[in-house]
């Protein structure tokens, strides 16, 4: 049963420390998207990969922020320094882009079961 | 600005009726529109895809709608049970762009036997 695997499951860290959370799409997806989530804000997309490109990251903030992907198995996102309002569930998903005569289309995206980041 | 909005108070429903979600979009003209469940400490899961020349798109007991005049999306659950009570989320794509997919906040359903 292919699914997104996303590690850690919970991650305690304090202010400044680096975080790296790693997510392995499901083979054959040519799409991955990071997703913040909490309470105040929902599902924020964070940065987007077609192909391994990074497409748009532009919901990231860029100063503390980087997602790579550096294989088809392996996407990143790295927070460094850390700071307390980070803290927030963080998804990775994939999906398919299907190219057809309605143009192009993102299909059903899988989700992982997330990385829980609690910054003190 | 552009918004996605669903109602961000939990609806409560008796077991058996239809429950009705509401999404709706500001200053976005999407190509189609998803729906997806999430339940407590859990990834979403997608439900249903709708197209922008589609009225209607059905699967079992949900229907979804989608109204691009009035710039709406509504998902129905008929027949519903308890097993259903979760958060569901509307997400569309801009059109345009990369196809990146942006979700609404979501409403929590809670269907009470």
């Known amino acids: 049963d292919a699914r997104v695997t996303q590690t850690p499951r919970d991650k305690v860290t304090e202010m400044g420390q680096e975080v790296t959370m790693r997510c392995q799409p499901i083979?054959?997806?040519?799409?991955v998207f990071w997703y913040r989530q909490t309470m105040m804000q929902g599902l924020e997309l964070l940065a987007y990969?077609?192909?391994?490109?990074?497409?748009?990251d532009s919901g990231m903030p860029k100063d503390r922020f980087s997602a790579e992907m550096p294989d088809a198995t392996l996407a990143t996102l790295k927070i460094q320094p850390s700071e307390p309002r980070d803290s927030a569930v963080y998804f990775c998903?994939?999906?398919?882009?299907?190219?057809?005569?309605?143009?192009?289309?993102?299909?059903?995206?899988?989700f992982g079961e997330g990385s829980r980041l609690t910054v003190l | 600005s552009q918004k996605i909005e669903q109602n961000s108070e939990a609806l409560n429903i008796q077991e058996g009726k239809t429950a009705t979600l509401t999404c709706n979009y500001t200053?976005?003209?999407?190509?189609?529109l998803q729906w997806y469940r999430q339940d407590p400490g859990r990834g979403p899961v997608f439900l249903l895809l709708?197209?922008?020349?589609?009225k209607e798109k059905r699967k079992e007991r949900l229907k979804v709608t989608f109204d691009t005049t009035l710039k709406q999306s509504l998902f129905h659950i008929t027949a519903s049970q308890p097993a259903d009570s979760a958060t569901y989320l509307c997400?569309?794509?801009?059109?345009?762009?990369?196809?990146?997919?942006?979700f609404g906040a979501g409403t929590r359903l809670a269907v009470h036997p």
């Open positions: 997400a569309l794509v801009p059109s345009g762009g990369y196809n990146k997919l942006i």
């Open positions: 083979l054959g997806h040519n799409t």
């Open positions: 200053n976005y003209s999407p190509a189609y």
């Open positions: 990969f077609r192909n391994r490109a990074p497409l748009d």
């Open positions: 998903a994939s999906g398919l882009v299907l190219s057809g005569l309605a143009g192009v289309m993102v299909g059903e995206l899988f």
């Open positions: 709708i197209r922008e020349n589609e």
